[in-house]
């Protein structure tokens, strides 16, 4: 995997283009996300290195194209591209900011409202983050992954039943791949298990896991598991 990677960095910086900057910083970061540097300090800082080192260019680019794109669509994508890699670096104020821009270049563009609400998420302002992820869906009213963010953010609010009706809708209108299927799943059942519905829950995660067979989707099995046989033997039945 990390000869892969270094050949997607390699040909970045050999291409010099936006999209392949971005796309070699990204598997910078997975690299480092994964285990395979836990035990080798040498590797992990050179991987930092060599991300570091990509994301100034890629600064570089993307103000480049900004100056040429100034008033476009383009440049609208580039300062939401900018806002994600703030995001990441923990920077949510500053990636508002930009967001904030790309919202000014064009109201309609559901992304910018999408990130918006994420960065406003990472500042603590639930409430202005729910309604940007309203506004999105305004605009993109079946696309499941904002209903799914939106879920995610209502679930952390304890507003399971809110958060359910949400996920409800974005497994009704999915198309997408058999990961992000078992991710909305995965959130469907941590919603129902806030909500003591666990057998539910537990189909739910069963569901998640025959799409993905995630360490967090089995533990919410196991967990509902143990809740149903706590309330079949604290029944009067079995008293």
Known sequence: LQTFAQWVVDIARTLG???ALKAAMLACERIQQLDLLANKPEDRARWNETEQRLREQLTRQANAQTQV??????EGQILCDQGQMLLRQSQPEEAFALFERAITLNSRSHAAWLWRAMALTDMGRFND???SYDRALEIE????RVWNSKAALLTELGRAEAALECLN???????????????????????LFILKRYREAREALVRSYQY????????GIAACREQLEFVTSSSPVNA
């Open 129 to 131: 983050a729910l309604a």
């Open 69 to 74: 794109a100034s008033g476009s669509s383009t």
């Open 141 to 144: 009213p079946d696309n499941a």
């Open 17 to 19: 283009s936006y999209d």
């Open 169 to 191: 809708r974005a497994l009704e209108i999915s198309n997408s791949d058999a990961k992000v299927k078992g991710v909305f799943w995965l959130n469907r059942g941590k919603a």
């Open 212 to 219: 993905d067979p995630s360490p967090e989707s089995a533990a």
